[in-house]
């Protein structure tokens, strides 16, 4: 897995390669040493288009982009999806347990 590094800590690294993303106007800049950076574009208060550094969203890449880019393996992306999806199980187990706690309260209350 590559390191994700600030525009200023890129200066002087030998480029290596890039991919933009489909979905929003991100793209990732690889360098040889095994570090990355993520750039985007957004709108000023004048309306101009600006470049700034950004934080990688890997759900705004498609996996074949990103394993293609070299920031990643196949098999990282699965271990991050994996955590991922336990993360949002895990999230979701404790909301439902919220609304459960909450309703059975409120019902109780009734009786």
Wanted: proline content about 2%.
């Amino acid at each position: 897995m590559m390191t994700e590094i600030t525009p200023e800590q890129a200066v002087g690294k030998k480029f290596k390669g890039f991919c933009g993303s489909w979905v929003v106007p991100q793209a990732i800049i690889t360098f040889t040493d095994g570090t990355f950076i993520t750039l985007e574009a957004r709108r000023d208060y004048d309306g101009e288009v600006v470049i700034g550094s950004s934080r990688l969203d890997i759900l705004s890449f498609s996996n074949d982009l990103l394993v293609e880019g070299g920031v990643f393996t196949r098999e990282e992306l699965s271990r991050i999806s994996a955590k991922r999806d336990d993360e949002f199980k895990a999230q979701l187990a404790n909301s439902e347990r919220d609304t459960y706690e909450r309703l059975r309260k409120k019902f109780e209350k009734e009786k």
